[in-house]
């Protein structure tokens, strides 16, 4: 199978505890996992709430046209508040976790346990997406409701006392973003002069996601944390060997090399790069039985350390401003299904936004997954050659900002681990 067979397979990814983290998956097989009794003492099959949210959020991304970034926003703003309404439901009010029967009644398991959480993420992802995306609110509380009445009984009370606390914690997820700087304008200059990236918009000092750079992460300690080195200095024999690479595949692009450039673009209009990666997450959740919490804690890890890493990208993008492949050979020729109607993603080449987001979001899944960390690793390189073929990035952009994307990562899950992280329950 060719790496564009894997890319276009949803990964088989098997399930491994982890030791040290409660959240990894540990529960039992999906049959066990997700049978359940009703009043009437009548078996009935419920699939977990989390994946079906993601599923909307995707959707809903795709139809607003958010560029990758926003739409790595969205998915990490659900995923917190989804999380932390499932751990509200096990911990009760301030109780913790690991109480039998915590103080609001919820953590009995059985249906309760299963209803109580389903309320609890279909609450928090109506608050959370009804914020982003205001027009299709109505849309979201049928599907809320649709969710209460679903199985057998009609609504059950431990959905309704879920809900309640999951309204609560999308608020709160929806106060933080608010609060995170990204919608505050960026007022910067673009430099002007041999070797820098130049707008190739409208506005010569527009550059997309530029806000990243005053916007408060979720784990890091500062944007420039983990800022990578300088790319080659502009005109040096080792740059004009770089640049020379990208403008040989340009004069020589294959088919295959074509698909697979099409392939990773997902670009405004699709579900973005994060979403992709959220894709393979539900399959592992949805083949392997993982438990709400687990899954949530996944969803909520994974989106978080991708939008870290690409505020840690675009410090280092606007730290050094380097000129894209094209702009410096006008001979290199992109591929126009790729290329928005600019000619070029409008913000500098170094390091490559793409390879920061996939790096880091297959650190994740193989720290939940570590016998398929090799696969993992195909993808991400694979996804970085994508933007080499598509002729819109240089190798170091890709070499530098997969090495930013994992440390990005491996500093997300130790603060995670910690227990005292932006995820844990507030």
């Not at 959707?59 to 659900?78: E, H, M």
């Not at 804690?297 to 870290?308: G, P, Q, Y």
Request: hydrophobic residues 40%; proline residues 8%.
């Amino acid at each position: 199978m060719n790496f564009m067979q894997q890319s276009s397979t949803v990964l088989l990814l098997g399930v491994a505890a982890l030791a040290g983290c409660s959240d990894r998956p540990t529960g039992p097989a999906p049959s066990e996992q997700r049978l359940s009794a009703s009043a009437a003492g009548v078996p009935f099959s419920e699939e977990l709430a989390s994946p079906a949210w993601q599923a909307v959020a995707r959707d809903q991304v795709a139809g607003a046209r958010l560029n990758p970034v926003a739409a790595t926003r969205v998915y990490a703003t659900l995923g917190v508040a989804a999380y932390r309404a499932v751990l509200a439901v096990e911990s009760g009010e301030g109780e913790p976790a690991t109480e039998p029967v915590p103080g609001n009644g919820l953590g009995r398991g059985g249906r309760e346990r299963l209803e109580g959480e389903r309320g609890a993420v279909a609450g928090a992802s109506a608050v959370v997406l009804s914020s982003f995306f205001p027009g299709s609110a109505a849309r979201f509380e049928d599907q809320v409701r649709e969710q209460e009445n679903a199985g057998p009984g009609g609504p059950h009370p431990a959905f309704a006392a879920g809900e309640q606390l999951g309204r609560q914690a999308g608020q709160d997820a929806v106060a933080a973003a608010a609060s995170d700087g990204y919608t505050v304008p960026w007022t910067g200059t673009v430099p002007v002069g041999p070797g820098y990236w130049f707008s190739a918009g409208p506005l010569p000092n527009t550059v997309a996601n530029a806000q990243l750079t005053h916007t408060r992460p979720f784990f890091l300690t500062s944007r420039d944390q983990f800022r990578p080195g300088p790319p080659p200095t502009f005109g040096s024999p080792e740059y004009r060997t770089s640049l020379a690479e990208i403008r040989q595949i340009s004069d020589t692009r294959t088919s295959e090399q074509t698909r697979i450039a099409l392939f990773w673009a997902m670009n405004a209009g699709t579900m973005t790069t994060a979403g992709y990666w959220n894709v393979l997450a539900t399959d592992q959740i949805d083949g392997h039985g993982l438990s709400e919490r687990e899954a949530t804690h996944l969803f909520a890890l994974l989106n978080t350390t991708m939008f870290d890493a690409a505020i840690g990208c675009w410090d280092a993008k606007l730290f050094y401003w380097f000129i894209r492949p094209s702009q410096a050979d006008h001979g290199i020729k992109l591929i126009p299904a790729i290329a928005p109607p600019s000619g070029l993603p409008n913000h500098p080449s170094y390091p490559s936004g793409h390879s920061c987001a996939s790096s880091a979001a297959a650190e994740v899944l193989s720290d939940f997954f570590p016998e398929q960390q090799a696969r993992l690793d195909a993808m991400v390189v694979e996804a970085g050659l994508s933007r080499m073929y598509a002729g819109i990035h240089y190798r170091f952009d890709i070499e530098a900002a997969q090495v930013l994307g994992r440390n990005v990562a491996r500093f997300a899950i130790a603060a995670d681990a910690s227990g005292n992280s932006v995820l844990a329950a507030h």
